[in-house]
């Protein structure tokens, strides 16, 4: 993708001021440039990107002192979001519980991540569209009291491990569950529905024993969209 800006400068140190800025903002760094679009009707949508190859200053794009400058880019995940995270908690004294997402709305779908707060054994999250199961991902270990297991689905993450030091828990999946942790996502309206066409939400259902009242469920994900 590219993004076509214009510089619109007085005299030639103006410019040369302008273009060692916008150099500087669109800079590499191991973080993606976060590009904000507002709509018309005041709402915002976000994509993440980064800077594809050298930022020309051709002598053939100048116009006066002002210059037209194209910025290549690079989106890995190619969809706009909203930039509010969506947060949703659900207490797991008894078992099941559960977190319905409604994607009414939303054409893309999104990669969660969900953070367990123990005490939990053998616990899981099964995925529904609907009443029809699409996946389930199981563990097969115990969360101590207070501990919080961190369960990432996001692309290039992939990863389950304990927060306050870091420490891999991938070794506690389930392997007869493993393809589901490549698998399983918020799905896009038209996804769930091309699943079960009477569904309204994302299920995703959780189980597990020795539970507590401390024992909880955060969700983590974004709204998502193919176009703005």
Not at 15 to 32: K, S
Not at 52 to 59: A, C, E, N, V, W
Not at 151 to 167: M, N, Q, V
Not at 190 to 209: M, P, Q, V, Y
């Amino acid at each position: 993708m590219t993004l076509t800006l214009y510089l619109d400068a007085d005299t030639t140190l103006q410019a040369d001021v302008y273009r060692d800025t916008l150099t500087n903002i669109f800079a590499p760094t191991n973080d993606p440039l976060k590009l904000d679009i507002t709509k018309k009707d005041g709402s915002v949508r976000r994509i993440d990107c980064y800077l594809d190859g050298q930022i020309d200053y051709p002598m053939s794009s100048r116009i006066g002192a002002s210059h037209a400058v194209v910025i290549p880019l690079s989106a890995p995940e190619p969809a706009f979001y909203n930039q509010t995270q969506v947060v949703t908690e659900v207490m797991m004294p008894t078992s099941p519980a559960e977190i319905a997402i409604t994607m009414t709305g939303c054409t893309w779908d999104d990669w969660p991540v969900f953070d367990i707060t123990g005490p939990v054994t053998n616990f899981q999250i099964a995925h529904q569209a609907g009443t029809t199961a699409i996946e389930a991902l199981k563990l097969i270990s115990s969360i101590p009291d207070g501990e919080v297991w961190e369960l990432d689905f996001r692309p290039h993450y992939k990863f389950i491990w304990k927060k306050s030091t870091g420490a891999s828990r991938m070794q506690y999946i389930d392997t007869t569950t493993i393809s589901a942790f490549a698998t399983l996502r918020v799905l896009s309206d038209k996804a769930t529905k091309a699943i079960d066409t009477a569904a309204t939400s994302n299920r995703f259902i959780f189980t597990g024993t020795g539970l507590s009242a401390a024992t909880k469920v955060t969700m983590y994900h974004y709204k998502r969209f193919l176009s703005l």
